[in-house]
């Protein structure tokens, strides 16, 4: 829509530096000459007008919807930007609380057996063979 009117202008432009550059009223134009009388020269200019109008409100027309839709895309983006981080956020939460229910479990797994975790010998205990203690040796 922009680069129409962009023509348009520089179209009527070129109409108004061509009546302004000739000394008469006498306009040799792609080859044809055209002889134009006051009211003939009056809805030349009319017309000129109207296109350059239409130029500058095509270039506006489409500098409005070029900015309408950059405004819809950069909020888009700040609202995937936001979902991400938010999400992003969910999953640190998570990975906390996972660790802090693995730990949890890991505590009272070593509450419940009464040994460490770290398979450091305590005193009293000793290594039996199938992991049972035997009583009858002494």
Avoid: C
Avoid at 88 to 109: C, F, M, S
């Amino acid at each position: 829509m922009a680069l129409l009117g962009l023509i348009l202008v520089l179209l009527a432009g070129g109409a108004v530096a061509l009546v302004a550059t000739e000394e008469s009223s006498r306009y040799i134009l792609f080859g044809n000459t055209y002889q134009l009388d006051h009211v003939q020269m009056f809805v030349a200019g009319a017309v000129t007008a109207a296109v350059l109008l239409a130029g500058f409100w095509l270039i506006g027309a489409g500098s409005r919807r070029t900015a309408r839709k950059r405004r819809r895309l950069r909020a888009a983006r700040a609202e995937a930007s936001d979902r991400v981080s938010r999400l992003e956020g969910e999953k640190r939460d998570l990975e906390r609380r996972l660790d802090h229910d693995r730990a949890a479990e890991r505590t009272a797994d070593d509450g419940v057996t009464g040994r460490h975790v770290a398979h450091e010998p305590v005193d009293g205990d000793r290594l039996v063979a199938g992991g049972r203690p035997d009583d009858t040796r002494p």
